[in-house]
C-alpha cells in the first residue's frame, strides 16, 4: 500500500488534493456560507445546501487547480446547489430569481476580498490597541467569555468591563475605516 499522498480519494483524486479542497473549505467556510445565505435566506436548507457543497467540492476535488481562486470555484458549486434546491421549491416561496443570484454570484469574489482586507486591518488595529483593552478584546472575543467573566478573571466591574469592551470596539471600527479609506485613495 503507498503513502496517503499517492492514496485515490473520491473519484479517483489523489488524497492530498482531496485534504487540501477540504481544508480550504473549512477555512473559508463563513464566507460560503454567508454567500448561500445572501442566496437562499432559510438557515436550514442554507445548512443543508453547505454540506451538499462539501461533498461536491470533495468529489470534484480533482477538478480544482492549486493556481486558481477556490473561493471563486466554491461560490460557483454553491450557487449551482442552490439553483438545484430552488428549482425543488414552489415558485411561489422562492426569495430570489436565477438572474438576480448570478449577480450576486459575480460580485462574491468583490466582497471575498474587500473582506479579506478588513481582517488583515483588523488584525493591525488590534496590535496597536492599549495592552488592557487588547486582553479584554482577547477574552471576550477568543475566549469567548462574558462581561461578568472577564470582570472576575481580571479584577474589574461588570460595568469597567462593558465600557472598556465598547471603547475598543469604537477605537478598531475606526481604524479599520481610516486602513480602508488609506486604501481607496
Not at 477540504?22 to 464566507?31: D, E, N, S, W, Y
Not at 460560503?32 to 470534484?60: C, E, H, N, W, Y
Not at 483593552?133 to 462593558?162: M, Q, T
Request: glycine residues 4%; proline residues 4%; positive net charge.
Amino acid at each position: 500500500m503507498g503513502s496517503d499522498d499517492q492514496s485515490a480519494g473520491p473519484a479517483g483524486a489523489p488524497l492530498d488534493t482531496v485534504l487540501h479542497v477540504q481544508t480550504l473549505f473549512v477555512q473559508h467556510m463563513p464566507r460560503i456560507r454567508a454567500f448561500v445565505l445572501s442566496l437562499m435566506p432559510d438557515f436550514a436548507l442554507a445548512d443543508d445546501i453547505l454540506q451538499d457543497v462539501f461533498l461536491t467540492v470533495t468529489a470534484k476535488a480533482a477538478d480544482f487547480r492549486r493556481d486558481t481562486n477556490f473561493l471563486a470555484w466554491a461560490f460557483t458549486i454553491a450557487r449551482f446547489r442552490v439553483l438545484k434546491s430552488m428549482n425543488r421549491m414552489d415558485k411561489a416561496f422562492l426569495p430570489l430569481s436565477a438572474e438576480v443570484m448570478e449577480c450576486l454570484a459575480a460580485e462574491a469574489p468583490d466582497v471575498g476580498a474587500e473582506q479579506d482586507r478588513r481582517i488583515a486591518y483588523l488584525e493591525q488595529c488590534l496590535k496597536k490597541l492599549a495592552p488592557q483593552a487588547r486582553r479584554v478584546i482577547d477574552l471576550r472575543y477568543y475566549g469567548a467569555l462574558k462581561p461578568a467573566a472577564i470582570a472576575e478573571r481580571l479584577g474589574l466591574s461588570v460595568n469597567g468591563v462593558s465600557v472598556l469592551l465598547s471603547r475598543s470596539r469604537t477605537v478598531l471600527r475606526e481604524c479599520v475605516e481610516r486602513q480602508m479609506q488609506m486604501q481607496r485613495e
